[in-house]
């Protein structure tokens, strides 16, 4: 099956050089100059994967990333030209892939291209209605299997672990309180003093964090609970 791509990018060279390096690659592409063009697109059209530009007129790359990510989960490229740390972990957070900053090497971008498309066609096989498998950035939970996997490299989780990062992944963005998430996952009442949940969140952040002490997907509201 040809793999579609979407490039989204202002600069017309640039859209047109990735364009022939994945055409030769034998995939299908089509071209678009700004951000709000593409959701157009994406309302007619399915696409297996997205090179998104950050600095774009009218609508931004971030801004059309979070919008994306309301209702479609194809990977997503960010292209920018700035190299900063900050701008990286804004493109990742929006739900972006991966990010690689300008000026880039094309063969760099086709592999980049090619291991996103393998790893999507490998946990989204008709990712359209099944449910077991949440895709969060580079994290996926198969909750069937009951395994977790952070840039395509297996974590083991305990039991109860498991548990606690399966119920905040299907409440993405909603906050859940201590209590709450204890008495779903321990099936108990919970106690004011108790700092159980607290305990097996450093735990999971340990194991799925690149730095625990800055975490990218399981967030403390402080005063509140947890988020992923």
């Known amino acids: 099956m040809i793999s579609k791509i979407l490039i989204v990018d202002d600069d017309k060279e640039i859209r047109n050089l990735i364009s022939v390096y994945l055409e030769n690659e034998g995939m299908q592409t ?14 007619e059209k399915a696409f297996d994967l997205i090179i998104l530009d950050i600095m774009m007129p009218k609508m931004d790359g971030i801004q059309a ?7 479609r989960s194809m990977p997503i490229i960010m292209l920018s030209a700035k190299s ?8 990742l957070t929006a739900g972006a892939d991966d990010y690689l900053s ?4 094309p063969l760099e971008l086709i592999a980049r291209v090619k291991s996103q498309l393998r790893r999507y066609k490998k946990y989204n096989t008709d990712s359209s209605i099944d449910k077991s498998v949440i895709e969060i950035g580079d994290l996926v939970v198969n909750t069937d299997t009951r395994q977790v996997f952070v840039q395509e490299k297996e974590v083991r989780l305990t039991p109860k672990e498991f548990d606690i990062l399966e119920l905040l992944s299907r409440n993405k963005g909603r906050v859940l309180s201590v209590a709450k998430i204890y008495e779903a996952v321990w099936k108990e009442d919970f106690y004011k003093s108790d700092n159980t ?31 992923i």
Not at 30 to 43: R, S
């Open 30 to 43: 089509q071209k678009v100059e700004n951000a709000i063009e593409a959701l157009k697109i994406l309302e």
């Open 197 to 227: 949940v607290m305990v097996h969140i450093t735990k999971i952040r340990n194991k799925i964090e690149e730095d625990p002490k800055q975490p990218i997907y399981i967030k403390t509201i402080w005063g509140v609970g947890y988020k």
């Open 84 to 91: 900063e740390d900050m701008d990286k972990i804004q493109g």
């Open 102 to 105: 300008k000026p880039f090497n």
């Open 65 to 71: 990333c979070m919008k994306i990510r309301e209702e």
